[in-house]
């Protein structure tokens, strides 16, 4: 295995040699630990939800976690517990994202089904939905009509675009496509609109709990569009901040995804101090950290790193205090 190269003499950027001497031992990773989510803040504060599939259960488990009562209202379907399609394809994370809520399946085309959900929304404080405005309106849970019949429900509509299109089908998928995200034939990691998209919810359902308090008659109404949050995700790309020619666009030396001889690294060394213990770390003048954005400081830190195991790797992140991450390939599985 190769090691950290402690030599007096430091290479220019040209032809990377793996180094001839090993080094020090580095020292052991610091145990990190500790709680920073606030909880309690939503104590007593009751949250009815409709929205199905990804964002609206993400948000309203946010939500709980903040210390609100949630109830969930679930579809019924004929071959299984629930009709969240979630539950179908995801049940492992439809179990996490629902675990303390209340989840009642109520066919909202029967009248004891409606008298079920009018008993939940006359004690709920915030209402969350998910539909196309036709929907809302079938099923009669459109603002107009539940405002008239609970004027102090704060209501957060998730949709899918705004305006002449809210009536428009998609999902993540096709938001991320439209806002740029989506650059070749591979899904995206994760679905990037969705999960924005919740965060914007629950930013919503704490906006309105802050508008009640300062007016306690308003009717309270947001709509959370997903094809806005994938917009949103997308404006670093729109201000050219994941393109070369900038640091973050791939032209940084110190900013870049690496293969090493068991995987991959990423490297954010952009700051002057990191960029600098990134040169010491290489065998590289500390002289030359100005001089990472150039092809010839990425040529040599791709040969640096394909000569090194993940391992090694990550005890030089930990010696010199560099924000690296290691993603080692995995074994196949037997």
């Not at 969240?84 to 629902?98: G, M, Q, R, T, V």
């Not at 930013?203 to 802050?210: F, H, I, S, T, Y």
């Not at 002289?287 to 990472?292: D, E, F, G, I, T």
């Amino acid at each position: 295995m190769s090691t950290i190269d402690r030599s007096s003499t430091a290479p220019e950027f040209g032809a990377y040699r793996p180094p001839a001497s090993p080094g020090q031992a580095p020292h052991a990773a610091p145990a990190l630990d500790g709680e920073t989510a606030s909880k309690g803040v939503l104590a007593g504060v009751r949250i009815v939800s409709l929205a199905l599939n990804l964002p609206g259960p993400v948000a309203l488990m946010r939500l709980a976690q903040m210390g609100a009562i949630c109830d969930k209202i679930e579809p019924p379907a004929l071959d299984t517990a629930t009709g969240d399609p979630l539950a179908s394809f995801a049940p492992i994370a439809f179990d996490e994202l629902h675990r303390g809520i209340s989840r009642h399946v109520l066919d909202l085309k029967h009248e004891e089904s409606r008298h079920t959900l009018d008993t939940l929304l006359g004690e709920a404080d915030v209402l969350i939905t998910s539909f196309r405005p036709s929907a809302l309106q079938r099923l009669g849970v459109d603002r107009a009509t539940l405002h008239a019949r609970f004027p102090a429900l704060a209501i957060v509509n998730i949709m899918g675009e705004r305006g002449v299109n809210a009536e428009q089908p998609g999902h993540d998928l096709t938001y991320e496509a439209q806002a740029g995200l989506v650059s070749d034939l591979r899904l995206p990691a994760v679905p990037f609109a969705d999960m924005a998209g919740a965060l914007l919810v629950s930013d919503a359902v704490l906006r309105l709990l802050l508008a009640r308090l300062r007016d306690p008659s308003a009717l309270l109404f947001e709509e959370v569009a997903l094809a806005d949050a994938a917009r949103f995700l997308a404006l670093p790309r729109e201000w050219g901040l994941t393109q070369s020619p900038s640091p973050i666009g791939g032209s940084h030396a110190g900013y870049r995804l690496y293969a090493c001889r068991d995987g991959r690294v990423a490297v954010a060394a952009l700051e002057p101090r990191f960029a600098a213990a990134l040169c010491r770390a290489a065998g590289v003048s500390e002289a030359h950290a100005a001089r990472l954005q150039s092809p010839a400081a990425c040529g040599y830190f791709e040969a640096f790193f394909a000569d090194r195991e993940c391992a090694e790797v990550q005890r030089m992140a930990l010696e010199y205090d560099l924000p690296m991450a290691v993603m080692p390939d995995r074994p196949p599985s037997a």
